[in-house]
């Protein structure tokens, strides 16, 4: 990512789950005024935070057919065959999965990996680990999407909390479809994001490489 890409990142209009956060740190500032300098500047510090966490930049899916998009932005830290999730009803066979760890820094705006419409939507409450273990998949609160593409092909894709984050946001709903790239939630500070890929899908990352969220291209599936 260029410089200019950076600087547009970071100063990215915020989302809207942001909001609350904003407004409170932003009168927490306003009330400084009235009380002690330090609280002062305690707001700022912390309105600024929240305008870096919340930050939702507009991004631009990879036109390659059959790309499949990273569905957060963070570091890959694992990339091996896994059992899905069993809320999600895929059965006990291992598929692919590509796991994004996101820190406290990284853009939190979740984004579709590819075309393809919400067929399963299941929650599961649960730990709050580090999300970067592996353990974290099948121990901590996520949230589990199934995909399933205009081909007859399944995916998933699961929002898992973190060691801090406590609240996970799904702007989805069971049959509504979605195009590759599209934000469809966010996960508040620090979390991981699972891919669960179709058998025979080709995986073109490697884990420590960097994921931008709705361009970067994670895998490539069979026609």
Not at 11 to 30: E, S
Not at 153 to 168: D, F, H
Not at 189 to 209: A, E, H, M, N
Request: charged share 15%; proline share 8%; aromatic share 6%.
């Amino acid at each position: 990512m260029g410089l200019i890409d950076t600087t547009l990142s970071v100063l990215a209009p915020p989302h809207r789950a942001g909001r609350p956060f904003i407004a409170g740190t932003a009168a927490v500032a306003f009330a400084g005024l009235f009380l002690h300098p330090a609280v002062v500047w305690l707001g700022l510090a912390g309105l600024l935070f929240c305008l870096y966490f919340f930050r939702d930049p507009e991004r631009v899916p990879s036109p390659i057919p059959g790309a499949v998009l990273a569905p957060a932005d963070g570091r890959i830290v694992l990339v091996g065959d896994a059992v899905p999730p069993a809320e999600l009803g895929l059965g006990p066979a291992p598929r692919p999965r590509i796991a994004i760890f996101l820190s406290v820094l990284n853009v939190h705006v979740n984004r579709a990996p590819v075309a393809a419409v919400a067929t399963k939507i299941a929650y599961h409450a649960g730990q709050f680990l580090n999300a970067s273990v592996d353990k974290a998949s099948e121990l901590n609160e996520r949230n589990c999407i199934l995909l399933t593409l205009p081909s007859g092909q399944t995916m998933a894709v699961v929002q898992i909390a973190g060691l801090i984050a406590r609240r996970i946001l799904c702007d989805l709903r069971e049959g509504d479809s979605i195009a590759a790239g599209d934000r469809f939630g966010i996960i508040r500070f620090g979390s991981r994001t699972d891919l669960y890929l179709p058998v025979g899908t080709k995986i073109v990352v490697s884990v420590g490489q960097t994921a931008v969220g709705g361009e970067t291209v994670m895998a490539v599936l069979e026609p």
